[in-house]
């Protein structure tokens, strides 16, 4: 059975790219996972409304109906956003889902599986997973890791979640092979703050940097991606060592580990700081979907 079984892309998507006009890939976990209805319904539309602001086509990735959607309706994205019990889907999860034809939200990992299939060279998120602390305990490491090594996809995200040991998440990066760019910055950004104490070899100051980039490393045949790390506006960004340290203390307390960490680890930081990180997450996604739009443009400007 071919990809074509299991892969269906829009329309609007699919002559983008035949036109070598600029896309954009968006994750759904955000609109299932990352915030209440109808806060994420709304933040979708916007991020959506802003890729296309940038002339980027976005695309967002789920589940539906036994297909990975490269490409998501109006109507996907109310039922992503308002209907229960919908599954959260990496790489491991995926031939599940679609086995069983349910509707799935795509992590980082599975957004990119869905990218790199439909040939899309940029993807926007808030923050990617990476190397959970007390990682010699679990070995809990972040699918999204290992899935940016094998897919051409430039990642733009601030950083990585706070909740991570960041010094372990940009050593296996660079074992990975992934080349990770500051973006105006030298120093890695961590989610809710622009900042993390923690320097990064390798910076890009404008879309056409990244772009001149990307084709070097994908023209030289080294296959996989570019994680470009943009931090979060300073108008938004909050310093949450407090809550985070709360946030895992609790999880440890009530046994909250594997795929539910994350969500549990957020919810309680929304909750700890009355708000404030949620809408930093906001903040965050909206400014990497407007950087992220210009870089595709840049991009396929430069093919």
Known sequence: MSTSSWLSVAEE???ALAEGRPVVALESTIVAHGMPF??????????????RAQGAVP???AVVDGKLQ????????HRLASESGVSKVSRRDLPVVLAHGTLGATTVSGTLIGAGLAGIGVFVTGGIGGVHRGVADTWDISADLGELAQHNVAVVSA??????????????????????????TDEFPAFFTPRSGLAIAH???????????????WGLGLTGGVL???PVPESAGFDATSATEEALTAADRQGVEGKALTP??????????EGKSLAANVALVKHNAKVGGQIAKAYAAQG
Request: charged share 25%.
């Open 13 to 15: 998507v699919q002559d």
């Open 38 to 51: 109808p806060a994420n319904l709304d933040t979708a539309r916007e991020v959506e409304s802003i890729v």
């Open 59 to 61: 695309a967002t990735v």
């Open 70 to 77: 490269v490409g998501c309706s109006e109507a996907i994205l």
């Open 159 to 184: 950083g990585a979640k706070s909740i991570l040991d960041l010094p372990k998440t940009l050593e296996v990066l660079e074992t990975q092979g992934i080349t990770v760019l500051g973006y105006g």
């Open 203 to 217: 910076r890009a100051d404008s879309p056409e940097d990244v772009a001149r980039m990307m084709r070097a490393k």
């Open 228 to 230: 470009v790390a943009n």
């Open 264 to 273: 549990f680890l957020l919810k309680f930081i929304a909750q700890a700081t």
